[in-house]
């Protein structure tokens, strides 16, 4: 009867003894991008937030043009009328406004599809617990740490290249859009591109908090309710707080360290809410929070069963 014993190799008719070795990081990389592929909800949720995204970017695109069509013709954008002399100085002031805003107007659509990251996020790390699968998951690599670096790694640089990919096309076909009215800018302009990759890196920050969040809480529902609480909800109750200027209680001392507004000062330019701090500094206060809930996932998936 022959018997199988691990680390063993059979050489010239010998058995001869492989001493035991720790997998590695590089091993459950590859473990957890073979997962993450594989599942055919990693697709879904992909296409599904890059339409949201360039979709919505290209309709709030084409609602600018039609803005500036209906100022060109003699009305408001309500209806209204204008006067005859005025129109020319509307349709200037107007469209300088619009180009102004012209990368925030056609990424307008990564309000809605950074809910939709927020999903995926949670899921990558979730849909174990809820399937069992952590368990096999640690029984072949029992260094949880190295499982929980492993499936950060690889869940963030697949939401870096989508979040990149999404933004680019979403800004191109705006300004295509934009373009009809001489509203658009181009990607060599002053601080443009460095905007269209912020929308990248946000949108990948984003799926990097609430992975962190699907971390702590194992639950899927409870962690998606939680980031898109998190990342919409609280940006949306803010506007029912008092508007600048209004003293410490204000709009103003809350809109800069809610994470969205945050995060997206990168490429919304001011455009949903008001942001004391510059670009890269809301951008790293973001990154903070999402650090955080990363280092309080990893806390507890270290301590807790699976």
Same mark, same amino acid.
């Given at each position: 009867?022959?018997?199988?014993?691990t680390?063993e190799?059979?050489?010239?008719? %010998?058995?001869?003894?492989?001493?035991?070795?720790?997998?590695?990081?590089?091993g459950?990389?590859?473990?957890?991008? %073979?997962?993450?592929?594989?599942?055919?909800?990693?697709?879904?949720?992909? @296409?599904?937030?890059?339409?949201?995204?360039v979709?919505?970017?290209?309709?709030?695109?084409w609602?600018?043009?039609?803005?500036?069509?209906r100022?060109?013709?003699? /009305?408001t954008?309500?209806?209204?009328?204008?006067?005859?002399?005025?129109?020319?100085?509307?349709?200037?002031?107007v469209?300088? /406004?619009?180009?102004?805003e012209?990368?925030?107007?056609?990424?307008?659509?990564?309000?809605?599809?950074q809910?939709?990251?927020?999903?995926?996020?949670?899921?990558?790390?979730?849909?174990?617990?809820?399937?069992g699968?952590?368990? %096999?998951?640690?029984?072949?690599?029992?260094?949880?740490?190295?499982?929980?670096?492993?499936k950060?790694v690889v869940?963030g640089?697949?939401?870096?290249?989508a979040?990149?990919v999404?933004?680019?096309?979403?800004?191109?076909?705006?300004?295509a859009?934009?373009?009809?009215?001489?509203?658009n800018?181009? @990607?060599?302009?002053?601080?443009?591109?460095?905007?269209?990759?912020g929308?990248?890196?946000?949108?990948?920050?984003?799926?990097?908090?609430?992975?962190?969040?699907?971390?702590?809480?194992?639950?899927?529902?409870?962690? @998606?309710?939680?980031?898109?609480?998190?990342?919409?909800?609280?940006?949306?109750?803010?506007?029912?707080l008092?508007?600048?200027?209004s003293?410490?209680?204000?709009?103003?001392?809350?809109?800069?360290w809610i994470?969205?507004?945050?995060?997206?000062?990168?490429?919304q /330019?001011?455009?949903l809410?008001?942001?004391?701090?510059?670009?890269?500094?809301?951008?790293?206060?973001?990154?903070?929070?999402?650090?955080a809930?990363?280092?309080?996932g990893?806390?507890?998936?270290?301590?807790?069963?699976?």
């Open positions: 009867m022959a018997s199988i014993a680390h190799r059979l050489v010239g008719g %010998t058995v001869v003894h492989n001493p035991p070795g720790r997998a590695g990081f590089i459950a990389v590859r473990s957890e991008f %073979t997962k993450i592929r594989s599942v055919r909800s990693t697709y879904w949720t992909l @296409i599904a937030m890059f339409v949201v995204c979709g919505i970017g290209a309709l709030f695109s609602g600018q043009t039609e803005r500036i069509l100022i060109k013709s003699g /009305n954008f309500r209806g209204g009328p204008i006067p005859p002399g005025a129109v020319h100085n509307a349709v200037e002031q469209s300088a /406004n619009i180009r102004a012209a990368v925030a107007v056609s990424l307008f659509g990564l309000l809605i599809g809910l939709i990251i927020v999903v995926l996020g949670s899921l990558t790390i979730t849909s174990e617990y809820s399937t699968m952590i368990r %096999t998951s640690l029984t072949s690599m029992p260094r949880r740490g190295t499982v929980y670096a492993a950060a869940f640089t697949v939401a870096l290249v979040g990149l999404t933004s680019f096309v979403a800004f191109f076909l705006g300004q859009i934009l373009s009809s009215q001489d509203l800018v181009t @990607i060599g302009q002053h601080a443009v591109l460095a905007q269209v990759l929308a990248g890196l946000f949108l990948a920050v984003t799926g990097l908090l609430s992975f962190g969040i699907g971390a702590m809480m194992r639950h899927s529902a409870g962690a @998606i309710s939680t980031g898109i609480g998190i990342m919409f909800v609280l940006l949306i109750l803010t506007n029912f008092p508007s600048p200027p003293g410490w209680f204000g709009q103003a001392d809350f809109d800069k994470p969205f507004f945050a995060g997206s000062h990168l490429w /330019n001011q455009m809410g008001v942001n004391p701090f510059s670009p890269w500094v809301g951008f790293g206060v973001f990154c903070a929070y999402a650090a809930a990363i280092i309080g990893f806390v507890l998936f270290k301590r807790r069963d699976a």
